[in-house]
């Protein structure tokens, strides 16, 4: 299986680095999953229980869930290429100039000085296990409004603000959450390639080499970041200065436990209720109190029965869910609905305005971010950047079509 898994990744990976083609979230989501199924490449994957290091070979049913979402994810490249949508070939780049950057940081810098000043150095020292008991809806919004400020910034060329964004997003990856940092930044590399219409990748191999790199970074940067924190010792301090230390950032980042979580699940055919799958009515309004919805993470379904020595959370994997719930032909079910859905993106991103820097947030989440939650996770986190940025877009209409019109018929009033 492992000879296919390499052959179906040989063949997109060839597809998209040579195809002149836009770059978009099936582009996205194809790169992603080279990071998020690297552990596929080794055969292996693994977690930590303490200093122990739990190694396991990766089943052949694993392999044939990855081996399912590439080649659906190449059928449907390959079909929205074919498209009437890919004969746009460029998107359409709308100069668009709104308030709601100025609005977004304004709401997030104040969120974030309100956080320092009731927490004081709690903000700096705690873990962030700890401090989210103590400003976990203040953070949530503080993080979510950067980054929607930073991404409406670059579209809109508000470079103080972008600057200004990203350093809120700094204090949050000091803080030990790298989540809005990274998917803002993600959303922003993917707006600019997007805008460069239809090319090869292969000729911008010096940026795809930086882009490597930086992913790479952003393993390297939690263990920096905690040394940082909380002192460096002398034994962290002499790892920092070992091969070692590099090497086994990369075979024991995230991805080697999402796939564990993945393999220990398909291995010992761990299931849930159905019922499970109604979280989805979460997405829309009042649906969880009309229906008493109290479905659970599926975190605390899987992580006590699988690994009941892991005392950290081990976040989640969305494969593992849909398997649990149903097996290959759940999984297969969801990998379809999941495409439609990028699909669909694909197309509303060619004539979105002033959404089209929420539409990339979503589908950036959509692409990049979905490999390691679950489906109730992934629901609330789209759930509240999309309404935050409704809210926004709502004011930002009456700011523009409502304050300004009686201002400008005040001063024609008054000249009269």
């Not at 991103?349 to 959509?366: A, D, E």
Request: contains cysteine.
């Amino acid at each position: 299986m492992i000879f296919l898994f390499y052959l179906v990744n040989f063949i997109g990976l060839s597809y998209f680095l040579f195809k002149k083609r836009t770059f978009d979230f099936f582009s996205l989501t194809f790169f992603s999953q080279l990071i998020y199924f690297i552990p596929g490449f080794f055969g292996t994957t693994n977690y930590m229980i303490g200093r122990d290091i739990i190694e396991d070979t990766i089943v052949d049913g694993t392999y044939v869930i990855l081996i399912l979402f590439t080649i659906f994810l190449l059928l449907f490249t390959f079909i929205y290429d074919h498209s009437k949508f890919s004969s746009y070939g460029e998107n359409k780049i709308y100069k668009v100039n709104s308030i709601i950057s100025e609005m977004m940081i304004a709401i997030s810098l104040v969120t974030l000085v309100s956080i320092i000043s009731t927490n004081g150095l709690l903000f700096f020292i705690l873990e962030k296990k700890d401090l989210m008991e103590y400003v976990s809806s203040n953070l949530l919004l503080m993080e979510t409004t950067a980054s929607i400020a930073v991404v409406v910034a670059f579209l809109e060329k508000k470079k103080l603000i972008l600057l200004l964004g990203f350093g809120i997003l700094f204090i949050d990856i000091f803080i030990g959450f790298r989540f809005a940092f990274v998917i803002s930044l993600v959303a922003i590399l993917f707006i600019y390639t997007n805008n460069l219409g239809k090319i090869r990748l292969v000729s911008f191999w010096k940026f795809g080499l930086f882009m490597v790199f930086l992913a790479y970074v952003v393993i390297l940067l939690k263990q920096f970041l905690y040394g940082f924190k909380f002192g460096f010792s002398d034994y962290s301090l002499q790892q920092f200065q070992t091969l070692a230390f590099y090497k086994n950032a990369l075979i024991h980042s995230e991805p080697f436990i999402i796939m564990s979580i993945l393999n220990e699940v398909v291995k010992n055919n761990f299931t849930i209720q159905l019922d499970n799958i109604l979280v989805i009515l979460k997405m829309f309004p009042f649906m969880e109190s009309i229906f008493s919805l109290k479905t659970p993470d599926y975190n605390q379904l899987f992580q006590p029965a699988l690994f009941p020595y892991v005392i950290y959370g081990m976040a989640n994997s969305i494969f593992a869910q849909f398997f649990s719930m149903g097996g290959y032909l759940f999984v297969v079910w969801f990998i379809f609905l999941y495409f439609c859905i990028l699909f669909l993106g694909n197309s509303y991103l060619l004539y979105s305005k002033y959404s089209k820097s929420i539409v990339v947030l979503l589908f950036s989440m959509q692409a990049f971010y979905i490999y390691r939650n679950d489906l109730l996770y992934q629901i609330t986190l789209e759930k509240k950047y999309l309404v935050i940025f409704l809210i926004a877009l709502l004011l930002n209409y009456l700011f523009k079509n409502v304050v300004i019109e009686l201002s400008k018929k005040r001063v024609i009033s008054n000249e009269k």
